[in-house]
């Protein structure tokens, strides 16, 4: 059949322009159209290709859906071998490999390094012909490979075709294949909801979601391509520095890392490893070090390779996030408000650059579904700030006579009665503040930094102060005398003293850090605010019923209903009125303003505010009404930037979104 020129033109507009879209949601981060309207054209051109199947190209977008399933992978060969690099892991050894480098450059001249995140996921390379992707190939043995190229054609990030007009004959792009965090975090709720077995990490799912024989399964896994290296080249002379080489690989619509930097000599690499160490967790995919690349094609030609590790490249390495460790027990710890938590009593081992020796097992679901017990070898996960977790039970370690565990009926603390109720994964204690467990716990967050601030009342002396039956609740500390404290094991009379001053400071408190540490069931910072904003008074709060809670932003029923429970217990209420008898007391609510320039604004600061802190930042912007976000996004409407920010910074300015410095900030709060 011949196909009408308008159709034809027609089904290629829209090719580029879906792919042009593609690109800008997937690669640059930076959508230009809504979804709906991306889905529209993309149904028009399936409707054109259905119409007049000669139209279907190789780099429609209609063909990132997967294809028919394979028996097994074939077999390539690389046409230029995939090469490996060594590692480093300290200033030193840095030091070392940079002297070697100029050593055999013959100069003492400072080297340019392209530096640039390492991406732990799976090495790959993809091989365009006239622009086209005809080939992807994983590393295998760096000399032959897998032919992986109906799945990796699923990758959204993947151009299927290259875009520009400098586009060589032949091109092999290397580069790596990873799950983003977000991918994979929605991807494991899916397997646990179907029953299926979570992936380990990030890593693991990438590599499982890209051998899967049929490209379907592939095409609905969220993976990314990041592309750091040109193998075959044929036609064209690429620029004379990895860097620039890089921008032309995003010319071509291919995603490079937005951390890519060049840097002077070995001062400059260390401190973008430092930043790129302290950024790591913010980052959308796990990286496990740092890549480091002598900038200049010409020197990195002279200097070659040795045993398939280039001479002019080394990956300095940062800690292992995860490690494998021995089970020694598993004991119950009892929260604030009765929640039984099992953690894990490791051997001790050092993962995300600490020693670990205890991992929460979350509940009892989650200790069956990993079928933890003592005695197991187990890998641990360690990421940033979050709590070390047990990802997975080694089985073929596991020794003989090991028993299931299982949360006792009776709270191992006050031996009250464990309950669990219908549908709630959490078994708590029936206890209540007969609990010296729940009521240590109270009066902990009570004093804690974010609720009353006391300083000098660590957790360790809030449990003497119990067991020793000093205290029972929070209203209980503004009791306590120096003598009562310096009495105490370890608490001198100098210790003693600034205690009391300390609880004295803390009267003088603001309306909603009151709320907050009162600790009631599901008010956060951020609802204790709302509640405090809202109701104005200690009074008038007292006093709302369900319906009126429901009424503000953030308050569902369920808090509606905590809030009320809270306030019609009659210890409770003692509770707050010997408080406030002992003379806690806060200036007057304002209003918010609601029409303040920034009201519903959502800001992210980034980097180091010099004339107030972060969380200072933060809760005045959130008393103007604005949203304080923690990482940049197309919804980002400010960008507060500080000294030495980083990524998000990057990520605002490829985005296009207003950044300010922190005079801007001041003004704004003033
Ligand atoms: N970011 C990055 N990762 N990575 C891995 N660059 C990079 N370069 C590599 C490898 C194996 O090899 C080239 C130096 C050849």
């Given at each position: 059949m011949t196909i009408p020129t308008e159709?034809?033109?027609?089904?290629?507009?829209?090719?580029?322009?879906?792919?042009?879209?593609?690109?800008?949601?997937?690669?640059?981060?930076?959508?230009?159209?809504?979804?709906?309207?991306?889905?529209?054209?993309?149904?028009?051109?399936?409707?054109?290709?259905?119409?007049?199947?000669?139209?279907?190209?190789?780099?429609?977008?209609?063909?990132?859906?997967?294809g028919k399933a394979l028996d097994k992978f074939s077999q390539i060969t690389h046409s230029l071998p995939m090469l490996s690099l060594d590692n480093v892991f300290d200033g030193e050894e840095l030091h070392a490999f940079d002297q070697r480098v100029r050593d055999w450059l013959n100069t003492t001249n400072i080297q340019t390094y392209a530096a640039e995140p390492k991406l732990d996921g799976l090495a790959i390379s993809i091989r365009y012909e006239h622009g086209i992707l005809v080939q992807a190939a994983t590393r295998g043995d760096g000399t032959i490979g897998e032919d992986v190229t109906e799945n990796v054609r699923t990758i959204q990030s993947v151009p299927l075709k290259l875009s520009g007009d400098n586009v060589p004959e032949v091109v092999e792009i290397r580069g790596e294949i990873v799950m983003p965090k977000a991918g994979f975090e929605t991807l494991n709720k899916q397997q646990i909801a179907d029953n299926k077995k979570p992936f380990v990490n990030p890593r693991n799912a990438a590599a499982g979601s890209l051998r899967q024989l049929d490209s379907k399964i592939t095409a609905r896994r969220p993976l990314a391509m990041y592309c750091y290296g040109v193998g075959e080249i044929q036609g064209m002379d690429l620029p004379k520095t990895h860097y620039e080489t890089m921008q032309q690989l995003a010319q071509w619509g291919c995603q490079i890392s937005t951390e890519l930097l060049q840097v002077e000599g070995v001062d400059g690499c260390l401190a973008y490893i430092n930043k790129l160490g302290e950024q790591r967790d913010s980052l959308s995919y796990d990286i496990d070090g740092v890549v480091l690349k002598i900038d200049d094609i010409t020197l990195q030609q002279r200097l070659g390779f040795v045993s398939r590790a280039p001479r002019w490249a080394i990956a300095y390495k940062f800690p292992a996030q995860q490690e494998m460790t021995i089970v020694d027990d598993i004991e119950i710890q009892v929260g604030r408000t009765g929640a039984l938590t099992p953690v894990a009593r490791l051997q001790p081992v050092f993962v995300g650059g600490v020693t670990v020796s205890n991992a929460t097992l979350h509940n009892q679901d989650e200790i069956d579904r990993?079928?933890?017990?003592?005695?197991?070898?187990?890998?641990?996960?360690?990421?940033g700030d979050v709590i070390p977790e047990v990802v997975q039970v080694v089985l073929a370690k596991r020794p003989d006579n090991t028993v299931k565990f299982t949360i006792p009926t009776q709270c191992p603390i006050c031996q009250s009665d464990v309950e669990r109720l219908e549908g709630e994964a959490v078994a708590r204690c029936s206890g209540g503040l007969f609990c010296p467990a729940q009521r240590k716990e109270a009066i902990k967050h009570f004093a804690s930094r974010k609720a009353m601030d006391v300083d000098g009342l660590g957790d360790k002396l809030v449990e003497i102060l119990v067991d020793e039956g000093l205290i029972n609740d929070a209203a209980d500390l503004f009791k306590l005398t120096i003598e009562q404290l310096s009495s105490l094991d370890r608490m001198g009379e100098k210790s003693a003293t600034n205690l009391i001053a300390s609880l004295e400071t803390a009267k003088q408190t603001k309306f909603a850090r009151f709320l907050y540490s009162l600790g009631i069931r599901e008010v956060g910072e951020a609802t204790a605010r709302s509640l405090a904003s809202h109701f104005l008074t200690l009074e008038a709060l007292e006093m709302a019923d369900e319906p009126a809670l429901i009424e503000i932003e953030d308050v569902g029923p369920i808090v509606a209903h905590h809030v009320v429970t809270f306030f019609q217990q009659t210890h409770n209420r003692e509770v707050i009125k010997r408080l406030l008898d002992a003379g806690i007391n806060w200036p007057a609510e304002q209003k918010r303003i609601s029409d303040s320039e920034l009201s519903g604004k959502t800001i992210v600061l980034t980097g180091t505010l010099e004339q107030l802190s972060r969380s200072e930042a933060k809760e005045k912007l959130l008393a103007l009404g604005a949203k304080v976000a923690g990482s940049v996004s197309k919804n980002t409407d400010y960008v507060v930037a500080g000294r030495d920010a980083g990524s998000k910074l990057n990520k605002a300015e490829s985005l296009n979104i207003t950044v300010v410095d922190e005079t801007t900030l001041i003004n704004w709060l003033n």
């Open positions: 159709i034809n033109q027609q089904a290629t507009d829209l090719r580029h322009l879906l792919n042009k879209y593609n690109n800008l949601y997937y690669v640059t981060d930076n959508p230009e159209v809504t979804d709906s309207e991306y889905d529209r054209l993309f149904i028009q051109l399936q409707k054109l290709e259905a119409d007049y199947p000669e139209l279907l190209t190789v780099d429609s977008p209609t063909q990132r859906v997967g990993k079928d933890v017990r003592v005695g197991d070898t187990v890998i641990v996960r360690r990421a």
